[in-house]
């Protein structure tokens, strides 16, 4: 099989999976679109070495991390457009998903970058420590206190917003 062919399965095959990762990590669509799309066409130039790999998919999630934390095209994606939430209709419990959900956003998004970084590899892709740090290019230790002052940081932000308080 050609490298060219390869890469195109390979993208067929976890495109999808790979723009929910960047999504998470972002929280913007279109921005999660333009971080995969930018990191596959750097690959897609060295296919060949990188399936020669343990791991392609590791190896481009990694590349996926390390652009959004330092993309130099900085949008204003704290700025989201939000639709009215629809008023509740009997019961309440989707709405209280989505009202969840969009705090939780918020509170991600509250973070600096290697943060929510931390958070999302630890928590969405339920990956340990010792990876994580290796994803990152940091040590253990790194990666707990990135994510203890993350929690600390959402909990505050909880706190003061009231956000997840009954009452």
Do not use: K
């Not at 972002?26 to 790999?53: F, N, P, S, Y």
């Not at 791991?55 to 009215?84: G, P």
């Not at 994510?147 to 505050?156: D, G, K, Q, Y």
């Amino acid at each position: 099989m050609r490298p060219a062919d390869d890469f195109d399965e390979f993208v067929h095959g976890r495109g999808r999976a790979l723009l929910r990762f960047a999504y998470v990590l972002c929280g913007d669509a279109h921005l999660a679109e333009d971080l995969v799309q930018e990191v596959l066409a750097r690959m897609h130039r060295r296919w060949d070495r990188i399936t020669a790999m343990d791991s392609a998919e590791a190896y481009v999630r990694t590349a996926i991390v390390r652009q959004f934390l330092t993309w130099s095209r900085r949008r204003a994606y704290r700025e989201a457009v939000r639709a009215d939430l629809p008023e509740p209709t009997g019961g309440d419990e989707p709405q209280q998903q989505i009202v969840a959900r969009d705090q939780m956003w918020r509170l991600l998004h509250g973070l600096p970058r290697a943060q929510r970084a931390v958070l999302v590899l630890r928590f969405y892709l339920d990956l340990p420590d010792d990876e994580i740090a290796v994803l990152l290019d940091c040590g253990q230790s790194t990666v707990r206190s990135q994510a203890a002052r993350a929690l600390s940081r959402m909990r505050t932000l909880m706190n003061e917003t009231g956000v997840g308080v009954d009452g």
